[in-house]
Each structure stands twice: as structure tokens, then as C-alpha cells.
């Protein structure tokens, strides 16, 4: 059975920085490329970064050189390390994986809350 189970989300004062880890059973994980996603009320799921098994990154514009996404293959973890964070960045935040079209995951969502 997969499971993607995200943690460490919560509530920050902007400004602030917050780490988010994914731990990933079930799956061959060092074949798959990871990635964060996140969805704020109200509007569509976005690609927030994203990491490829040799751990080639991208990551959305509006987060760029504030974000950094990393993965562990050993101990089968995505982490995104989130700095400077700004009230924008509230939403739920989602570990995906993702292989092809029949085998491509999510977890189940951690809150990241951004407020004074």
C-alpha cells in the first residue's frame, strides 16, 4: 500500500520559516520524481516545486529563492525547507509522487498557515 505522509506544517508569523517533510512507503522512491503542491481557499492546486530522482529542482516563480525542496532516497523523504514566508503562502500543502500516469500519488495535505 502507498502512503505519502506529509508533516511539519503549522502556523508562522510572516516572515518565518517552516519546514515540511514527506515520508513515502510503499514505493520504489528513488525512481520517482517528487514534488509539493499546494492550494490555497478558493483557488486551484499549483505546482509549488518539484524534484526529479537525481535531484534536478524547479520551483514556481512566486517562490524561487525563498523555497528549497530536497529528498533523502535512504530514508525514502521529501522535504521543502520554506523561508521568508509571507501570508501568501497559507494553504495545504501536498507531497506527490510520480512515476508515470498509473502509478503517480498524493499525500494527504498539511495546513501552512502564514499570519500575524
Known amino acids: 500500500q502507498v502512503q505519502l505522509g506529509e508533516s511539519g506544517g503549522g502556523l508562522v508569523q510572516p516572515g518565518g520559516s517552516l519546514g515540511l517533510s514527506c515520508a513515502a512507503a510503499?514505493?520504489?522512491?528513488?525512481?520517482?520524481?517528487m514534488a509539493w503542491y499546494r492550494q490555497a481557499p478558493g483557488k486551484q492546486r499549483e505546482l509549488v516545486a518539484a524534484?526529479?530522482?537525481?535531484?534536478?529542482?524547479n520551483y514556481a516563480d512566486s517562490v524561487k529563492g525563498r523555497f528549497t525542496i530536497s529528498r533523502d532516497n535512504i530514508k525514502n523523504t521529501l522535504y521543502l525547507q520554506m523561508n521568508s514566508l509571507k501570508p501568501e503562502d497559507t494553504a495545504v500543502y501536498y507531497c506527490n509522487a510520480d512515476l508515470n500516469e498509473r502509478h503517480r500519488y498524493w499525500g494527504q495535505g498539511t495546513q501552512v498557515t502564514v499570519s500575524a
Open positions: 510503499g514505493i520504489a522512491f528513488g525512481l520517482y520524481s
Open positions: 524534484i526529479t530522482p537525481r535531484s534536478s529542482t
